[in-house]
């Protein structure tokens, strides 16, 4: 699907690195049919030794003859690179965009004729090419623009089609998730350590039960009630633990915490 595209990165920075080193390592994409772009001088170094494409801080020249551009710079600097880019993209380029909060109608407005934009919401975790991303096309975008997208996000992990709507609920579940999670693991590894763990082997004990867990709900596709109940002895010691997570309200602690994170990320929206 992307053999012989070309591709360019505005803002080669965590993300976009990330996405890049996904495409080269799954042999997508060739080192040369990628250029990238960063804001200062002293990232261009930064960026060429670790992925050894051509890097520039040149948006414009970057974007010519590229099949495909991502927009991966911060949120607060889109206005400034959409028009900065306004003249230079056409209606036969893919503009996918990562930035939080910002719609493709907001992409679409600042740029020239109908130009195809997909929006992505990825996370952390595509560094390790675990990630998981949430899509959605624009109004230009076509079907093939869409699987172009999905082709590069699979490079990085697990990848869903939502209505841009849900864009902001996908930022709050699996963009900000993996932070909750992280606090899970550290109180596990706490709980370890109370009860004289040594704390590295704890850390293990957690991260490793959450990986586990997290590969039989996906590998299983059983309900994860279902799969809480196996292991659930009856007068075991496990309904005692449980007990307290109720008493403790994580569930709705959880819960809350991703309506909450979702109503923050609609009021940083760029619409
Ligand atoms: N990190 C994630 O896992 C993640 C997940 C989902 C979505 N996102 C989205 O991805 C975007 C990038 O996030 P990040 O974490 O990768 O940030 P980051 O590491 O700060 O990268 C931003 C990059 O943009 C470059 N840049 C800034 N202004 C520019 C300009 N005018 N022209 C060209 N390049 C410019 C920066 O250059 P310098 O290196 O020179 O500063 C930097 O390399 C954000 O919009 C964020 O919402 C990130």
């Given at each position: 699907?992307?053999?012989?595209?070309?591709?360019?990165?505005?803002?080669?920075?965590?993300?976009?690195?990330?996405?890049?080193?996904?495409?080269?390592?799954?042999?997508?994409?060739?080192?040369?049919?990628?250029?990238?772009?960063?804001?200062?001088?002293?990232?261009?170094?930064?960026?060429?030794?670790?992925?050894?494409?051509?890097?520039?801080?040149?948006?414009?020249?970057?974007?010519?003859?590229?099949?495909?551009?991502?927009?991966?710079?911060?949120?607060?600097?889109?206005?400034?690179?959409?028009?900065?880019?306004?003249?230079?993209?056409?209606?036969?380029?893919?503009?996918?965009?990562?930035?939080?909060?910002?719609?493709?109608?907001?992409?679409?407005?600042?740029?020239?004729?109908?130009?195809?934009?997909?929006?992505?919401?990825?996370?952390?975790?595509?560094?390790?090419?675990?990630?998981?991303?949430?899509?959605?096309?624009?109004?230009?975008?076509?079907?093939?623009?869409?699987?172009?997208?999905?082709?590069?996000?699979?490079?990085?992990?697990?990848?869903?089609?939502?209505?841009?709507?849900?864009?902001?609920?996908?930022?709050?579940?699996?963009?900000?998730?993996?932070?909750?999670?992280?606090?899970?693991?550290?109180?596990?590894?706490?709980?370890?350590?109370?009860?004289?763990?040594?704390?590295?082997?704890?850390?293990?004990?957690?991260?490793?039960?959450m990986?586990g867990a997290a590969r039989m709900v996906l590998e299983s596709k059983a309900h994860p009630a279902l799969l809480k109940d196996t292991v659930t002895?009856?007068?075991?010691?496990?309904?005692?633990?449980l007990?307290?997570?109720?008493?403790?309200?994580l569930r709705?602690?959880l819960?809350?915490?991703?309506?909450?994170?979702?109503?923050?990320?609609?009021?940083?929206?760029?619409?």
């Amino acid at each position: 699907m992307l053999k012989g595209k070309k591709l360019a990165v505005i803002g080669t920075g965590k993300l976009g690195e990330a996405l890049i080193s996904g495409l080269l390592k799954n042999g997508v994409l060739q080192k040369e049919d990628i250029c990238g772009t960063v804001a200062r001088e002293s990232s261009i170094k930064r960026a060429q030794e670790k992925l050894a494409i051509q890097i520039t801080l040149d948006n414009k020249a970057c974007v010519r003859d590229k099949d495909i551009i991502i927009l991966a710079v911060k949120p607060q600097n889109m206005d400034k690179v959409l028009k900065e880019l306004a003249e230079t993209i056409t209606e036969k380029q893919l503009v996918i965009s990562v930035a939080a909060s910002v719609t493709t109608a907001f992409v679409q407005e600042r740029l020239k004729g109908k130009v195809a934009v997909v929006r992505a919401m990825p996370n952390t975790p595509s560094v390790i090419r675990a990630g998981m991303s949430g899509l959605c096309g624009g109004a230009h975008s076509t079907q093939n623009d869409l699987a172009m997208a999905e082709a590069i996000f699979k490079c990085v992990g697990e990848t869903v089609f939502v209505e841009e709507h849900l864009m902001d609920a996908v930022t709050a579940l699996s963009a900000s998730g993996p932070a909750y999670l992280y606090v899970v693991i550290e109180s596990l590894a706490e709980a370890g350590v109370k009860l004289g763990i040594p704390r590295e082997t704890s850390t293990l004990l957690a991260a490793q039960t959450m990986y586990g867990a997290a590969r039989m709900v996906l590998e299983s596709k059983a309900h994860p009630a279902l799969l809480k109940d196996t292991v659930t002895t009856p007068a075991g010691c496990t309904i005692d633990g449980l007990m307290e997570l109720e008493e403790g309200k994580l569930r709705v602690t959880l819960i809350k915490a991703v309506v909450k994170a979702a109503e923050r990320a609609k009021e940083l929206v760029h619409r």
